[in-house]
């Protein structure tokens, strides 16, 4: 590990809201070109910690750094795509898809110039790669909630970063839709890009996940292998010693269902416990 | 007099042109406070600036500067609340609405001014400008347009979506105050023209009335722009030539034929809207069994009278709650 500097690192991190402590001595490293993935239940802080590494929520102490710069003189604001947590991409007035797009440029554009062929070109590309280039017209009022996250994603791309933050891009969002983020999120990946993904399910994305925190009452309580969605909210966490029948030691393989029925909890495989 | 002679008067042209300036600098600074769902502040700016305007009579400076002053500093005053605050914007609209207006006419009351010198700037009056009203009233609206134009593409990220804009690298708060002071400045210029208590409504009610048909940010911002000042041009022309009859107000004029604009432009938003619901594709996808529908008299086609819906590589049309597809001789239920 050492010589490669990390994408994201927070040490030490403690965030307060109201004076009241949100996330506690959080220690995270995102290597890059890593997929990590935040998973816990409501309210554990997963949010707070992607808010907070994006500079959104001010930390009481402890420091986050973004390719090694700590975040208060961090300036290379377009390395970085962020997708907040929304219901909705559309606000007071009708923006059309292609607007919203256009707006993740800005990290690139400078003051009062108008729209550079490479602008045009990037904003088209983020369209394509979410699969909305034919609805570009279209005001992002009317599109289905899947359909805006993914144009909160394709904002998040016209920028060209190389590090996303995405914070529950999956949530209320259907399968089919899911599908067409886990292909968009695998073509990131490919690419080279740096993913925090902020999830309580991973569903279709389980796949792309290289490592997994997981957050319980505002701090990290697991960092490895990517857990599969029920494991996160047991208390073992799927650990070797405890649950698993794997070594901690080289790669885990979490193929569904390579059991042993004799040390199997009951919970693990349904009405076959004895 | 006719028309003719009345409209080469100077004071008269010193009318169209604020009423031109202030109808596309309204609307293009209120189309962004509408977006970020704070069509009010425009209203509050407005009774903050009662207050400058007072203080300007009372000192005997110029109203407009200490309009400009006071209404500045109410909006940013307005903008630190609501960023503070985070809760209740709304609530800090309502003391800073009543603690201008009430200041202004108490202010007004100590100097002793008579009603009508406040009237003037309370319900507008573009008829007594002076020319150097008019120069000032063009610079300011020239400046609050360029602005807002030059800047649209950062002032619609940061609108749309705040936290967005911050991890872009915008510098929020800085474009926050900007259209504090955006928004102040246009109260001001547009105060001569509808009066402070209606400055609002050349913000907000063009922008309303774009977004009936609009689809885009940009379509919704020109077309207010333009409405904003065939609301306000024909407002002035019409009262002009209704005062031969009558005494019509300028103010009250612009503002009721901008909201004329939008009870037409009501029912054809509705009406739009409709029609791309019902006629928005019909999602991939067939039945798993095949229903072939039993008598059907009518040949469907092209300009058959039944709206007709695209779905998947053929179309379906609509009628009395069924989908027919043509297969073969016969149609089928989709």
């Known amino acids: ?274 | 007099m006719t028309p003719v002679e009345l409209f080469s008067l100077p004071f008269m042209q010193r009318a169209l042109i604020a009423a031109l300036l202030t109808g596309l600098a309204a609307p293009a600074i209120g189309t962004f406070l509408v977006q970020r769902r704070l069509a009010l502040m425009g209203d509050g700016i407005g009774h903050v600036a009662v207050t400058g305007v007072a203080l300007g009579l009372l000192t005997g400076t110029s109203p407009v500067w200490t309009a400009v002053v006071i209404a500045v500093l109410g909006a940013v005053l307005i903008e630190v609340i609501r960023e503070r605050g985070q809760t209740n914007g709304d609530v800090a609209l309502a003391l800073l609405f009543y603690g201008g207006l009430a200041g202004g006419i108490f202010l007004s009351g100590l100097g002793g001014e008579s009603a009508a010198a406040l009237n003037r700037y309370l319900f507008g009056s573009l008829t007594t400008l002076s020319v150097s009203d008019v120069i000032i009233t063009m610079v300011l609206a020239i400046a609050v347009i360029g602005l807002c134009v030059g800047l649209a593409p950062q002032l619609f990220a940061v609108a749309q979506d705040q936290e967005f804009a911050r991890v872009a690298g915008l510098r929020v708060r800085y474009y926050n105050v900007l259209v504090a002071v955006l928004a102040a400045v246009s109260v001001t210029v547009a105060m001569r023209t509808v009066g402070l208590l209606l400055v609002s409504a050349l913000m907000v009610v063009p922008v309303a009335t774009a977004q009936q048909v609009t689809r885009s940010f940009r379509a919704t911002i020109v077309a207010a722009m333009a409405l904003g000042a065939v609301a306000s041009v024909g407002g002035l022309v019409a009262a002009t030539f209704a005062s031969y009859k009558a005494t019509v107000a300028t103010g009250p004029t612009i503002v009721l034929l901008a909201l004329a604009c939008y009870v037409v432009a009501w029912p054809i938003g509705i009406w739009t809207r409709h029609r791309a619901r019902l006629r928005e594709p019909f999602p991939a996808g067939e039945l798993p069994e095949h229903e072939a529908c039993s008598e059907h008299p009518h040949a469907h086609g092209p300009g058959c009278g039944h709206l007709a819906v695209p779905h998947d590589d053929h179309v379906d049309y609509v009628h009395d709650g069924h989908r027919h597809a043509a297969h073969g001789a016969h149609y089928d239920e989709h």
């Open chain 1, 1 to 274: 590990m050492t010589g490669v500097e990390p994408a994201v690192a927070v040490r030490n991190g403690t965030v307060a809201l109201g004076g009241r402590p949100i996330l506690r001595g959080i220690d995270a490293t995102v290597l890059p070109g890593e997929f990590v993935a935040l998973m816990g239940a409501n309210g554990s802080g997963k949010s707070t910690l992607v808010r907070a590494m994006v500079g959104l929520r001010p930390l009481v102490s402890g420091e986050v750094r973004l390719h090694g710069t700590p975040l208060a003189s961090y300036d290379d604001w377009q390395r970085v795509g962020f997708v907040p947590q929304r219901a909705t991409a559309a606000a007071g007035v009708p923006a059309s898809v292609w607007e919203v797009v256009a707006a993740g440029r800005l990290t690139r554009r400078r003051l009062l110039r108008p729209l550079s062929r490479a602008d045009r070109a990037a904003i088209d590309d983020a369209l394509e790669v979410v699969g909305l280039a034919d609805r570009r017209r279209d005001a992002v009022s009317t599109l289905s909630g899947g359909q805006q996250q993914r144009v909160l994603i394709a904002r998040a791309l016209a920028g060209e970063p190389d590090l996303f933050f995405l914070d529950e891009p999956t949530a209320g969002v259907d399968l089919p839709n899911q599908q067409v983020l886990a292909d968009t999120l695998s073509q990131l990946k490919q690419r080279g890009a740096t993913i925090v993904l902020v999830a309580h399910e991973l569903g279709p994305l389980a796949r792309l996940v290289d490592r997994a925190l997981v957050m319980r009452d505002g701090r990290i309580v697991y960092d490895g292998a990517p857990l599969r969605d029920h494991e996160v909210h047991q208390p073992w966490l799927g650990e070797p010693h405890t649950h698993h029948h794997h070594h901690s030691s080289g790669p885990t393989d979490h193929v569904p269902g390579v059991v042993a029925p004799v040390d199997a909890p009951a919970d693990r495989i349904g009405g076959e416990g004895r």
